[in-house]
Each structure stands twice: as C-alpha cells, then as structure tokens.
C-alpha cells in the first residue's frame, strides 16, 4: 500500500507498536490522527516526527463509548475521509483466573473488545459510503490460544477477532477491507500497564515482554505484510509460532502440553 497522503488513524498511538506505526507511516509519507487517553503523550509522539504539522491528535478514552460517534466524526472531518483505522489500543493482565475480579474481566473487555467495536462501527457507515477503507486490528497470539495468566486478555482477543471476522464478509462488498494482526511477544511496556487480579498495576517488565521481537522489527514485518491482501497476519516467533501451529494443527495436543508448561514455568 502506498502511504503517500492517506489518512491513518492509530489508536493507543502514545507508546509501544502504536508510537512506532506513527513513526513509520509518518516515514511512509502518511497524514495520521493519533489516539489516546493522554494528549501530553500523544503531543511528545508528534513533535518527533519529521512532519509534526501534517499531523493531528485525538484524545480520548476508549473505555467511553457513549463518545464513539462524536469521537470518529470529529476524525473524519480533519480530512475529510480516513483511508486506514489502526485499532491499537488495549490493556492487557497479569494473574490467575480464579484469583481475578470480575471488574478486571469487564475492564479489558471494555477497552479491548467494546471500545474498539463501537470505534469502528461508528466509523465504518463513512467508510462504507466512500466505497473504500481498511480496517487493521492489532490482536494478539493470544486471541488465537489460551495464555495462562492472561485470562480476561485472552478473552477480549478472541472476541475482537470473531467479531472482526463476521464484519469483514459483511462489508466486504463495499470495498472495505479489515484485517486481524496477531502478535507473540513484542518488546513494549505492555506488562507494565497490565492489570492483576485486584485492579492494581502489574508495573514490571515480565521475561515473555522482554525478551519478545522488537518494536522495530515487528512495525517494520507489519508493514511489508500489510502490502499484500491477508486478511489474518501472524507475527510471531519462538514458543507463541510453535504453540500457534500446534493449536492450528493438533488441538488436543496443545491442549495436552499447556499445562505441563505452565508447571514447568512455575
């Protein structure tokens, strides 16, 4: 896809894969509506990009959805039309399932799966009138398999990508296009901002994050995929690829190892 003058909206774009998709596609030539809770964050995203002027911020929480609608028309009307949705913010967690609040349950799902639906359901009627547009959802791995203490993650990805499956064949006839990205460990602070089981902070780099692919290289990997016309793109390498695979190709025997590593890791 040639960047050059299209107009990118990135959600959760103040840090971690938002901040270096920003970095790129303002490489790329790319007009960009940046998205998070913090406009102070977001402002500091800009100002180190080569052409801060080209670009817009957009502060908002996508925990409020009663906004979606105010929220995508004001994004629309900077440009007039928006060629590509990033939905890249998210939270994530950090804890056994039985030990978790149901607060924390219905805290990721309201970021991770609630707010990023009504985001893109109150965007996609323009897109569908402008006959063009994609969608690209930053999921996760674990939104293909079951990740021991990332319950309510799991939970939201799984759900964000079943429904982004259902709209794709349902607006595919109106030249939108929406495409599910499902990273393993990238090297962000993700498990700093991830939840445990009393709605506290995880606040530490956990070994998984820390020793995943880098910012750079999977941003870069994205990218280049995104050229092409897939419509699930897995990045992913080390133990999230291989577990992947079995999943895919053996469900029982993944089902029959995951336990055996959780002990192990334990």
């Known amino acids: 896809m040639n960047y050059k003058e299209k107009v990118v909206w990135v959600t959760g774009a103040s840090s971690g894969i938002g901040k270096q998709l920003c970095i790129e596609l303002d490489r790329l030539g790319a007009r960009l509506i940046m998205s998070s809770r913090s406009m102070e964050s977001l402002e500091k995203v800009r100002q180190v990009l080569t052409r801060p002027d080209d670009h817009a911020v957009l502060a908002f ?29 998210g939270i994530s967690q950090r804890g056994l399932a039985c030990e978790t609040s149901l607060e924390v349950d219905k805290k990721i799902m309201q970021v991770d799966y609630f ?39 799991c939970g939201a990805k799984h759900a964000l990508i079943g429904f982004m499956d259902c709209l794709r064949a349902e607006v595919a006839e109106y030249g939108v296009d929406i495409v599910n990205v499902c990273p393993g460990f ?3 602070n993700l498990s700093y901002n991830a939840l445990k089981g009393d709605m506290t902070e995880y606040a530490k780099l956990d070994s998984e994050i820390e020793n995943g692919m880098p910012v750079e ?29 079995i999943r895919r190709l053996f469900p029982n025997v993944y089902h029959w ?10």
């Open 186 to 188: 990238v090297r962000t």
């Open 61 to 89: 929480d996508l925990c409020d959805t009663e906004i979606s609608d105010q929220i995508a028309a004001r994004a629309w009307d900077l440009n007039e039309k928006i060629d590509v949705l990033i939905n890249n913010g």
């Open 217 to 245: 290289r999977f941003v870069s990997t994205l990218l280049k995929k995104l050229e092409g016309n897939k419509k699930e793109i897995i990045i992913a390498n080390g133990l999230p690829k291989f577990g992947y695979q």
């Open 257 to 266: 190892m995951v336990p055996k590593i959780y002990k192990r890791k334990d």
């Open 115 to 153: 707010g990023t639906i009504a985001l893109t359901k109150s965007l996609m009627p323009r897109l569908v009138q402008r006959g063009q547009g994609r969608v690209v959802n930053i999921s996760s791995i674990a939104g293909k398999l079951g990740v021991s203490m990332r319950s309510a993650y």
